[in-house]
């Protein structure tokens, strides 16, 4: 992809031609993902554990270490992880083919040297087999262009979901990146507590998942699995009665039993004639049949994004 086309672009990029540094990534990214966990303070539903993303690739935000403060970002231009201590010192690692556990390794080194301590679990979760990263050597793959790519459709994605995210006034979540899955999501709550989730997530307790799903919601996203290219992904945790039989009106978008999702094939929309547009109806259509199903409250939940945009045109230079 060339600079000139990447920001308008949808990028063609088909699992089979990648899973080997996806498969990388995901475990880099538990990695610094389980730095954050380590020093952020618990927000609810497991938020302050997440990567965002940036103008550049993916990033931890600001990280509290004591007194201090640091941030950690996969710079997918220059291709190396980036971190950066609150008194000027920063430390990189190329990101380049090499094995989980040399990643680990000199990312774990770097903290040290910046005087940034760090003790993790060294080992990955939500995914089978769970291989501690200092064992593991299976994967070691890295091809920037492709790497590219996956944080161009991210991007498409983080805009997409922000845009949504503004219609609703109610509990929400920012769009964010969680490494346990290696997703992009955004979820809605109702404002109701949820039944107790029984867990199950591959070397996951079961207790992060009763965190994770204590109130009754509706999230969305965009995963690099469920297509041949990905797929955007609609989910309600409880289920209503009703709702994965709900027929969409977006085209090439199903419900997959297997996942418990409605599915929206990443392909389908990147050739459609108006992705944005196609995107945005799967994300209102699955969210309003959570709603409706579920029975929220959506007069006091919802909100019209363009409520001050007479003002706001009358006086772009104030908001007074």
Not at 180 to 209: I, K
Not at 224 to 229: A, L, R, S, Y
């Amino acid at each position: 992809m060339s600079e000139s086309s990447s920001s308008a672009a949808w990028p063609k990029l088909r699992l089979a031609e990648w899973s080997d540094t996806r498969d990388t990534l995901h475990m880099w990214t538990q990695v610094v993902g389980k730095i954050r966990l380590a020093h952020a303070p618990l927000l609810n539903h497991w938020w302050q554990v997440t990567l965002y993303l940036s103008p550049r690739g993916l990033t931890t935000s600001s990280i509290p270490y004591a007194d201090r403060l640091f941030d950690i970002e996969f710079d997918f231009f220059a291709h190396r992880l980036v971190i950066r201590a609150d008194n000027g010192a920063t430390r990189t690692v190329a990101l380049v083919p090499k094995s989980v556990a040399q990643f680990y390794t000199e990312t774990m080194r770097a903290l040290d040297e910046l005087g940034l301590e760090t003790r993790i679990q060294g080992r990955p979760n939500e995914v089978n087999p769970s291989i501690p990263f200092l064992e593991d050597t299976r994967h070691c793959s890295y091809d920037a262009q492709a790497v590219q790519a996956f944080w161009r459709q991210l991007v498409h994605a983080n805009r997409l979901l922000n845009e949504f995210r503004s219609a609703f006034t109610g509990k929400s979540s920012p769009v964010h990146f969680f490494w346990g899955a290696m997703d992009l999501a955004y979820t809605r709550f109702s404002g109701r507590t949820a039944p107790e989730h029984d867990g199950g997530a591959p070397h996951c307790a079961d207790w992060v998942m009763v965190e994770g799903y204590s109130h009754e919601l509706s999230s969305c996203g965009f995963w690099p699995g469920g297509g041949d290219e990905g797929a955007f992904y609609a989910y309600s945790y409880p289920e209503p009665d009703g709702y994965r039989d709900h027929r969409l009106q977006v085209p090439g978008a199903t419900y997959a039993a297997d996942l418990g999702e409605f599915i929206l094939p990443y392909e389908t929309v990147r050739a459609a004639d108006d992705p944005n547009a196609l995107v945005t109806e799967f994300l209102r259509e699955t969210y309003e049949a959570a709603a409706e199903l579920g029975k929220w409250d959506r007069n006091v939940l919802e909100c019209n994004p363009q409520r001050w945009a007479e003002k706001r045109a009358a006086a772009p230079w104030s908001l007074r």
